[in-house]
């Protein structure tokens, strides 16, 4: 299908470029003079957008063209030229002297529709214990299922240089630091903490605003990133060339990054937990009888007392007086840490301050943290 404004299969819309393909329909929205947003749903098919969680930016960037030529559309701003192909939809993306920047590979945008399943859980509450690598975990048992929505699961490709390197995606344990001919799966955990963003050393780089499960694969000369659940496939390309520029874009996009305070800047001491209040002054009088700079010490899990898994408050017998080690501490100028656990189990008082507000998810554990009021309980 070709691009026609006979058959008006794009249309400029204030900051919005819209055009229509066989697969899919493509928003274009320029976002700055080196930053374009990138939207695409399947086409005739009807999956409700909801309010974003992480772009508050507000579309409202207007100095740019657009153009009709024999292969397509050309949307061009003073730092960037966007080429879209009016046969495939493929994007290309130059910089301001026509160097070329990134491409999608041909047919490398897929999109799937899914279903959206939840589940109810009796109030009974049949529930099964698991261990892991963070100690026992209650699992729900699911009464029932039902299909909530209609989503869509997409898969983008481009096709990169031969001697950029690739970095971001967040903190991961795997020891990558040139992202090429490497594998990440993008979902919170247990050291884990991943960010839908790569910086290219070509001078660009690609936001993917998704909150799902999300992954990134570079083989040979592709980039390939999709996500299992969303609204639209859903990127900004942003143009640098430095990384410093980048990353000024993204905070356009999402709001500045609040700074730290001083101290959180300084050593942080941590280790799998300190048993005793008596153990953990003795650490922190060690450092600074040895003159070690130390800012920050971490108490890790199981503080608590009673087995009383995830319960906000310390055990008496091993940490009598919270208070004046806290009180300690701060006069060794020294901030303590504290490891907060979002589940509760065996029964403890705040498991069973939420359990009997029905205020915790479907294992009867982990705190219900949609819910306003769990929120604010927790």
Not at 3 to 15: C, E, H, Q, Y
Not at 37 to 49: D, L, W
Not at 56 to 75: H, M, R, Y
Not at 219 to 244: Q, V
Request: glycine share 6%.
């Amino acid at each position: 299908m070709k691009i026609s404004t006979v058959s008006r299969k794009w249309l400029r819309d204030g900051a919005r470029l819209t055009v229509e393909l066989d697969h899919c329909v493509l928003n274009v929205i320029p976002r700055s003079a080196s930053c374009i947003q990138i939207q695409a749903k399947v086409s005739g098919q009807a999956i409700a957008s909801r309010p974003g969680i992480s772009v508050i930016n507000k579309p409202e960037f207007t100095d740019w063209s657009v153009e009709e030529n024999s292969q397509g559309l050309v949307l061009t701003t003073d730092e960037l030229k966007l080429n879209i192909n009016g046969e495939t939809g493929q994007l290309s993306w130059f910089d301001g002297s026509g160097n070329t920047l990134l491409r999608e590979a041909e047919g490398g945008r897929k999109l799937r529709t899914r279903e959206v399943k939840r589940y109810r859980y009796d109030a009974s509450g049949c529930v099964e214990v698991v261990k892991t690598v963070d100690g026992e975990r209650s699992i729900g048992v699911p009464v029932d299922q039902y299909v909530d929505r209609i989503a869509l699961n997409y898969e983008q490709q481009f096709l990169i240089s031969e001697n950029e390197a690739l970095f971001g995606l967040g903190q991961h344990e795997e020891g990558h630091f040139d992202l090429r001919n490497t594998r990440q799966d993008l979902f919170q955990a247990n050291m884990k903490s991943p960010m839908p963003v790569v910086f290219s050393t070509a001078g660009y780089g690609l936001f993917f605003d998704t909150a799902a499960v999300s992954g990134f694969e570079s083989k040979e000369n592709a980039l390939r990133f999709w996500s299992e659940c969303s609204d639209s496939l859903n990127y900004y390309f942003i143009h640098g060339p430095g990384f410093d520029e980048i990353i000024r874009s993204i905070r356009m996009l999402t709001g500045d990054a609040a700074m730290l305070p001083r101290w959180a800047f300084g050593y942080i001491q941590s280790k799998e937990r300190y048993n005793t209040a008596n153990e953990l002054q003795q650490v922190a009088d060690e450092f600074r009888r040895r003159k070690i700079p130390i800012d920050c010490l971490v108490q890790d899990w199981k503080y608590w007392p009673n087995n009383w898994w995830g319960e906000k408050s310390f055990d008496p017998s091993r940490f009598p007086d919270p208070e004046a080690l806290l009180n300690q501490l701060h006069e060794q100028n020294l901030k303590l840490m504290i490891s907060i656990w979002p589940n509760m189990r065996n029964d403890g008082p705040n498991q069973k301050t939420l359990r009997d507000s029905s205020l915790l998810l479907g294992d009867n554990s982990t705190y219900d943290a949609f819910s306003s009021e769990a929120r604010k309980r927790y």
